[in-house]
């Protein structure tokens, strides 16, 4: 009898265990991030998402767009778990309204801006100078009001003393990767734009020293409201850890060290 309680204990204790693995498992995978994040981030996220997800089991949903107006949208109270932000002030300030994990705050990359025009076009344009010229008649730069990297590139015109010069041709997109689109369909002759969004076979593209503007220093954090900072924590994590840290510097980022 002793012989047959006890080999009723092991089961029930191995049953046991394989529900709590089973529960542990099922929970990892109803899990979903919302994540906020810069429209630079479009493609080098899109990727590191999907290998999160692979990983980690815990799903992740972006939603791109302009720096500015996704802090605004976090102060209003849109249900973002993380928030990626092109520019280090923004978390800053939603920060100092209490709106983040504090400890979570972290620079995740340095981003690059620079000329671009469509590869089947004939004009070339490699120097900011050459955007006075008459054959440029529309030059697309994202919303320097809200966009970092619109902030970026109207500093760089003002400092290669071409701004207001051209400030009649500025077409202004609602972030950066609206900024490339204009570029893409043909609307505009040149476009300043991220390195992270380069497609080789789609634009020539020319970097523009990053001495002609404020250093693009992307932090990302935790927003305090989140339901998962476990997760979200974890996600922060993979960007600089040993898999998402080659990802983002294939897109042309500079992942800061510690």
Same mark, same amino acid.
């Given at each position: 009898?002793?012989?047959?309680?006890?080999?009723?204990?092991?089961?029930?204790?191995?049953?046991?265990? #394989?529900?709590?693995?089973?529960?542990?498992?099922?929970?990892?995978?109803?899990?979903?991030?919302?994540?906020?994040?810069?429209?630079?981030?479009?493609?080098?996220?899109?990727?590191?998402?999907?290998?999160?997800?692979?990983?980690?089991?815990?799903?992740?949903?972006?939603?791109?767009?302009?720096?500015?107006?996704?802090?605004?949208?976090?102060?209003?109270?849109?249900?973002?778990?993380?928030?990626?932000?092109?520019?280090?002030?923004?978390?800053?300030?939603?920060?100092?309204?209490?709106?983040?994990?504090?400890?979570?705050?972290?620079?995740?990359?340095?981003?690059?801006?620079?000329?671009?025009?469509?590869?089947?076009?004939?004009?070339?344009?490699?120097?900011?100078?050459? #955007?006075?010229?008459?054959?440029?008649?529309?030059?697309?730069?994202?919303?320097?009001?809200?966009?970092?990297?619109?902030?970026?590139?109207?500093?760089?015109?003002?400092?290669?003393?071409?701004?207001?010069?051209?400030?009649?041709?500025?077409?202004?997109?609602?972030?950066?990767?609206?900024?490339?689109?204009?570029?893409?369909?043909?609307?505009?002759?040149?476009?300043?734009?991220?390195?992270?969004?380069?497609?080789?076979?789609?634009?020539?593209?020319?970097?523009?020293?990053?001495?002609?503007?404020?250093?693009?220093?992307?932090?990302?954090?935790?927003?305090?409201?989140?339901?998962?900072?476990?997760?979200?924590?974890?996600?922060?994590?993979?960007?600089?850890?040993?898999?998402?840290?080659?990802?983002?510097?294939?897109?042309?980022?500079?992942?800061?060290?510690?």
């Amino acid at each position: 009898m002793r012989l047959i309680k006890l080999k009723m204990i092991v089961i029930s204790l191995l049953l046991f265990s #394989l529900i709590a693995v089973g529960c542990n498992n099922t929970q990892s995978e109803n899990i979903e991030l919302n994540i906020a994040a810069a429209s630079d981030l479009t493609l080098a996220f899109t990727e590191v998402g999907k290998v999160f997800e692979e990983e980690t089991g815990i799903k992740v949903t972006f939603s791109f767009g302009s720096t500015g107006q996704l802090a605004d949208q976090i102060e209003h109270g849109a249900p973002f778990d993380v928030f990626a932000a092109a520019n280090k002030q923004f978390i800053e300030q939603l920060d100092e309204k209490e709106l983040v994990v504090s400890d979570t705050k972290m620079l995740y990359a340095l981003g690059r801006i620079g000329l671009a025009t469509k590869v089947d076009q004939q004009l070339k344009i490699e120097t900011l100078e050459q #955007l006075v010229e008459s054959a440029v008649v529309k030059v697309a730069i994202a919303n320097p009001d809200h966009a970092p990297y619109g902030l970026a590139a109207k500093q760089a015109l003002q400092n290669a003393g071409v701004w207001e010069t051209i400030e009649d041709k500025l077409v202004f997109g609602r972030n950066i990767s609206d900024t490339l689109t204009f570029v893409e369909t043909g609307n505009v002759e040149v476009a300043i734009i991220a390195l992270s969004l380069v497609k080789e076979e789609e634009v020539n593209f020319t970097l523009i020293d990053d001495q002609l503007h404020a250093p693009l220093e992307q932090m990302i954090a935790v927003i305090k409201q989140t339901k998962h900072e476990e997760q979200a924590r974890a996600f922060i994590d993979f960007i600089r850890g040993p898999i998402g840290k080659p990802i983002m510097e294939s897109y042309g980022f500079v992942v800061p060290v510690e």
